[in-house]
């Protein structure tokens, strides 16, 4: 049976290589199941409850694109990646689209061919410090010893942080980052340089969080957002447009618990081209009218999926800082639905 | 005489003394105390020391141990609990008590299948374990594979069932054809198999229903059963392998030979963790999107030939450890090959190896939770990924990492006590 199942696959390989590369909206479809690719577990962003449901913030733009092309929210198929897997995962088709955290870099855009379909949230390299030490600035951080995950960017924005602003400092290299919470508390260094968002969650499991601070200097630049192959725009195109019907949904005021009444009685014209009572929005992706009303229905506006998984109100507690709306003096920035 | 002598003594005892104790400080817990612990100065020194570092320690973990809160959903509310005294939060370990065992996406429901499974899984191996029992349990061994499979994947019975009257016809075969010649047999045997389970490939779609249990992919798999599926597996399937190797390797045909010698070397010459990279991300890229081999049964694959490799190694040291002399007895008696290895070469190298296969077995076992990096969720995978990331539970450390010690280390100690009691009870220092 499994030779048969190897012949097979031999003969069609080079048709399916072509093959694929078209259509993933309609293997998509013809499945029934979105593929997606998530991290193995990180705080808010992407973890596994207690009885075993994919909860988060990247889960949920998973969940918002088979809403809006399966109808169903339930209809995904988490592959978990790591970072050492994510890519061929993506690149060899295993996955249909990745949602792990994963920064917008040229080198991962252009050289590993793959197309990010916008950003789902702005990070940036953070220092956290102990109250206790008295820093305000990370200006003031000469001579400090710095916990630093090795092989890492945040590695060499360190460095060019600090020689830009001529001061020295003493590297701590550290694998994980439960390796560095460790060392951290342990005072085996000063400072602790990971993503801001990671250091919130970081300082979150600690005994008391209010003995540390994060610094207000971000000194890189990380925007993560989902991403797909390249080759194929219509599924790009997808991916790109669900999570922007997000971003479009929290500006003109749309939310999960009003969804069903604007969608019936709004005088906004693109509230309605939005939700699909006007328009042809849907039918130009190959979806049904309401395909960004299902997803905006089931996880809710972008606000209100970062309010539930990282917002102030959980134990992460980030603010929206870059991530407000651009009319809130933010970076999202949806382009028009029209 | 006696007078006179009772008059030049003052008394003179009439009756023996009765036994008197021994010195207290010839005897008992003291005598033990002087003797092993305060024999010298210098010695009773280090005593003290170590008393205090003991003291240190264990002051230090027991009431983190003994005040420890079993039960919150939450490390928030644990630390509420607690209330700022020292305690573990093994709360964890309860609340993701299935997970840890099971992974987290096996349908509660059916957490019975492979609990029973792993419980027939000590009948299977108890007459393998204990030669006294009676061998016609061997029997229920030789089934349980494909019952265990059965359980653990659901399904159509008709899967399994298939795959063992492969085996029955195959050995029929070979057992039809080996008075001939062995590789008649061999090649007779294989190709019947083989020829079974085309027809059943062609016959199970069709019957997919018969006897069916709910059917779990693997990629649900997860937990501590993980590893003791991958242990279990690739134990026994690189213990036959790697007998072939050995002897493939001390062959006189020179394409076997230098086959198994290349093999050999080659997969002791590149670490695990490569060959499980090359398993779970190269081998994508051979396959067209959607089809390819079940993950589960790549990385099976990937660890019984690493670990074959080493036990060849292993077994060919044992091989080697005979005395020319009992080759030669063997083939005065004309015997020929298939016999003489296999009523009197390997009965003795294998003893001989004993140690050394269980060495390997071990560190096997504990190697299977290498297969979190390439996202399987193992108990390690299952702790470091989605509990540790997990909103409730990110940042407790101690209680989860100690419980995957304990679980790993009441397996591998048990192994190793089994191993002590098989070489006594074989006593191999042929006394």
């Keep these: 049976m499994k030779k048969s199942v190897l012949f097979g696959a031999l003969t069609v390989a080079g048709l399916a290589a072509g093959a694929a590369a078209a259509g993933t909206l309609d293997d998509v479809k013809a499945r029934g199941k979105l593929n997606c690719g998530v991290t193995t577990g990180l705080v808010g962003f992407a973890a596994p409850d207690a009885n075993g449901e994919w909860k988060g913030f990247d889960v949920a733009v998973c969940r918002a694109v088979a809403a809006a092309v399966l109808g169903d929210p339930s209809a995904v198929e988490f592959v978990p990646t790591t970072g050492k897997t994510r890519f061929t995962a993506l690149a060899s088709g295993e996955i249909d689209m990745l949602a792990r955290n994963t920064t917008w870099t040229f080198s991962r855009d252009v050289d590993l061919k793959f197309e990010f379909t916008g950003v789902n949230y702005y990070d940036g390299q953070g220092f956290m410090v102990p109250k206790e030490l008295g820093v305000s600035s990370a200006k003031d951080l000469d001579g400090a010893t710095v916990c630093i995950q090795t092989g890492t960017t945040t590695e060499l924005n360190l460095a060019d942080f600090f020689r830009a602003n001529n001061i020295s400092y003493e590297p701590v290299p550290i694998e994980t980052n439960a390796e560095a919470q460790q060392q951290y508390l342990a005072g085996a260094c000063d400072v602790y340089t990971t993503d801001a968002s990671g250091l919130a969650a970081t300082r979150a499991t600690f005994e008391n969080p209010g003995e540390h601070i994060l610094l207000p200097e971000i000194v890189s630049k990380e925007p993560l957002g989902p991403l797909v192959r390249h080759g194929d725009n219509e599924w790009a195109d997808v991916v790109r447009w669900t999570l922007n019907a997000l971003i479009t949904a929290e500006e003109l005021g749309v939310s999960s ?53 990282i917002g102030e109100e959980t134990p992460i507690g980030l603010s929206r800082g870059l991530n407000a709306q651009w009319t809130d003096g933010g970076l999202l920035y949806s382009p028009p639905f029209r | 005489m006696s007078d006179a002598h009772a008059h030049s003594v003052a008394f003179v005892r009439e009756t023996s003394l009765p036994p008197a104790p021994p010195p207290v400080a010839e005897t008992g817990i003291v005598k033990w105390l002087r003797e092993n612990l305060f024999a010298t100065w210098a010695n009773g020194l280090l005593t003290v020391a170590s008393l205090y570092v003991i003291y240190l320690i264990l002051s230090a973990t027991m009431p983190w141990f003994f005040n420890g809160v079993w039960i919150a959903s939450s490390l928030a509310e644990c630390r509420e609990i607690l209330d700022g005294t020292t305690g573990g939060c093994f709360a964890v370990l309860t609340e993701r008590w299935n997970q840890l065992l099971f992974g987290f996406t096996y349908p509660n429901e059916l957490y019975w299948r492979p609990s029973l499974a792993f419980v027939m899984l000590f009948a299977a191996l108890a007459p393998v374990l204990f030669f006294d029992l009676p061998r016609k349990l061997l029997i229920f061994t030789g089934l349980y594979p494909f019952i265990a499979y059965w359980l653990i994947w659901g399904g159509s019975i008709l899967v399994p069932l298939f795959a063992l009257v492969g085996f029955i016809v195959g050995y029929v075969v070979y057992v ?20 079974t389970w085309a027809i059943g490939g062609y016959i199970t779609p069709f019957l997919s229903g018969v006897l069916a249990l709910e059917a779990v992919p693997s990629r649900n798999m997860g937990g501590y059963m993980l590893n003791m599926m991958l242990g279990v597996t690739c134990v026994s399937l690189s213990l036959p392998i790697g007998i072939a190797l050995a002897l493939g390797r001390q062959s006189s045909m020179p394409l076997i030979k230098w086959i198994c010698v290349i093999f050999i070397e080659f997969v002791r010459g590149v670490p695990l963790i490569t060959l499980l990279f090359v398993a779970n ?77 269980v060495n390997i077995a071990v560190g096997l076992f504990k190697d299977t939770t290498l297969v979190s990096v390439i996202s399987m969720f193992d108990i390690l995978g299952m702790i470091r990924g989605p509990i540790l990331a997990s909103t409730d539970w990110n940042g407790v450390y101690w209680e989860l990492l100690g419980f995957a010690c304990v679980v790993f280390f009441v397996v591998c100690y048990s192994i190793s006590q089994y191993s002590q009691w098989l070489e006594r009870r074989l006593a191999t220092d042929h006394r």
């Design chain 1, 257 to 309: 618990a009003n969804v069903a009444e604007m969608a019936s009685s709004t005088n906004n014209p693109e509230v309605a081209r939005l939700l699909g009572t006007e328009g042809e929005l849907g039918s130009m992706l190959g979806l049904e009218a309401d395909w960004a009303k299902r997803a905006i229905e089931t996880q809710g506006n972008y606000g209100e999926i970062f309010a539930k998984n």
């Design chain 2, 176 to 195: 039809r054809l080996e008075k001939t010649s062995f590789a008649a047999g061999f090649f007779g045997g294989v190709g019947a198999a083989l020829v």
């Design chain 2, 281 to 357: 991300v190269m081998l994508a890229y051979f396959f067209p999107p959607g089809t390819g081999v079940d993950l589960f049964l790549r990385v099976v694959i990937m660890i019984t030939l690493f670990s074959s490799a080493y036990i060849a190694e292993v077994i060919r040291g044992g091989l080697a450890a005979l005395p020319k002399g009992q080759y030669e007895a063997a083939d005065s008696l004309g015997l020929d090959y298939p016999q003489a290895m296999r009523l009197i070469i390997l009965p003795q190298a294998l003893k001989i190896s004993i140690p050394g296969i």
